[in-house]
């Protein structure tokens, strides 16, 4: 059995890496695919981190009330 084709696609937050992603099978054929799934992550990971932010700011203007 051969080894597994993959595309690593990195994982970009505030122009740092912050990660990569791995997609298997034949590079021409996954590329779009293996893109999506990056720029995806990529959103979650962003999506997170403003909610993370809002929730320490409220915390923050609570603890200061």
Do not use: S, W
């Not at 298997?24 to 999506?36: D, H, R, V, W, Y």
């Not at 990971?45 to 700011?57: A, M, V």
């Amino acid at each position: 059995m051969g080894a597994l084709e993959v595309i690593k696609m990195p994982l970009i937050f505030n122009n740092e890496l912050i990660g990569v992603v791995g997609v298997t099978g034949n590079p021409e054929e996954i590329k779009l695919i293996a893109n999506i799934i990056k720029m995806t992550a990529e959103m979650l990971i962003e999506r997170e981190i403003d909610i993370d932010k809002k929730i320490l700011k409220q915390t923050t203007l609570n603890n200061y009330i």
